[in-house]
């Protein structure tokens, strides 16, 4: 993924899991819009925001909400996207779907995002992640 990274233009701007955010930006040095520094309130707001890319909101609405971030590039990581996790509740969409309950019977946008190919290009896949180009 970081190789995949580092092949886009030096200022190119990404989103997604800290985790991962925090190691594209060390190892690519690219720009990211959600850092793992939760001491910041604005930045908590900016994750939350970020972290629509796992919730089941419309695809265009996550797509104006990445743009208006100026996110160039989205991560989907498969674990953030799946509610199989060991215990019910834990699972990303699952909290997404306390936070937003008017799409809770919706798809997650993980699995919605091939019907939104007018906003988003997949620039990259593996068994792990994907890399969306916001349009």
Sequence with gaps: LTSKS??????????GPMPL???????TNRYIVNHPHYEDQGMRDRTKLVY????RKPGDEVHATLK?????????????????RPRIGCAIPEVWDLEDPLNKD?????????????????VYSNSQYR???VK
């Design 6 to 15: 580092a092949s886009t233009h030096s200022t190119a701007v990404f989103a």
């Design 21 to 27: 955010t925090a190691n594209l930006r060390l190892s």
């Design 52 to 55: 629509q890319i796992f919730s």
């Design 68 to 84: 208006s971030l100026g996110v160039e590039f989205a991560v989907l990581d498969k674990q953030w996207c799946t509610k199989n």
């Design 106 to 122: 919706r798809p997650t946008f993980c699995d919605d995002v091939p019907n939104y190919s007018h906003l988003f290009d997949l």
């Design 131 to 133: 890399v969306l180009r």
